[in-house]
């Protein structure tokens, strides 16, 4: 199976790249950004605020299956259309504390168009401190699938 | 192959992967890690087993005690230790495709 979503997570750096494809013109992968009422819809999560624009800044809350909200914000620093966000990423409540996140959009024909990601973290302790937080919530949230995965390998 | 049938085992469980998440904040006991949930201390004992033969928690005596730690250098060791987490992004991305994909445009 093709893998489409790509992450670098180099030993020992501080920062992880996430790139994706996608079958979309460019213009509706941006706009799948900057339009609150669909991020909520993929990104599982209820937008609170997002001003797209330099100097803006953006709330997330999500609600975990035990009913906890767990808060999400950040400011923006650079909004070009259709080109770039440059924004900082924060989890509330915890200690993982801010990141920087470089996300640059990129035509790649009519209807393609790819997302690369770039995240800069405080040191690599907290990037390997945030994959295993990843991995105990994303495990959550993609846990059916894996279970087949893993019931395929037995 | 082996070794990496057994790591998803391990963290296909609901209650290991709450171990894991709560010893990768401190070093602990195997009573201190059963007082944190419901399920019954064997069972904690035994979900400590087969964390432990995996590598994904590593064991050291300290006098009477035996303290478990998480070996957060197996677990990057791993190449799926990242695997999860590419997942995460894997099902918000698809999901975006087709939501955009369907998409039309309010004019």
Known sequence: ?154 | MNLRRDVFQAIADPTRRAILVLVASQSMTAGTIASNFDTARPTVSKHLQILTECELLTQEQNGREIYYHLNPKKMKEIADFVEPFRKLWEDRFNKLETIMKNYKPKK
């Open chain 1, 1 to 154: 199976m093709e893998q489409k979503t790509k992450i670098n997570a180099e030993d020992g750096k501080q920062e992880l790249l996430i790139t994706r494809e996608f079958d979309l013109p460019l213009e509706l992968l941006f706009k799948a950004y900057v339009e609150p009422e669909i991020l909520e819809q993929w990104m599982g999560t209820k937008v609170l605020k997002l001003e797209n624009k330099k100097h803006g800044s953006w709330q997330f809350e999500t609600t975990d299956p035990q009913g906890n909200k767990h808060g999400f914000s950040g400011v923006i620093h650079e909004f070009i259309d259709q080109q770039r966000i440059t924004r900082t990423f924060e989890m509330e409540n915890t200690s993982l504390g801010a990141q920087l996140e470089f996300l640059e959009f990129e035509k790649l024909g009519d209807d393609r168009s790819k997302l690369n990601m770039h995240i800069v973290y405080r040191s690599a302790a907290i990037r390997d401190q945030y994959l295993q937080f990843g991995m105990s919530r994303g495990m959550d949230l993609a846990h059916n699938r894996l279970q087949k995965v893993a019931e395929k390998l037995k």
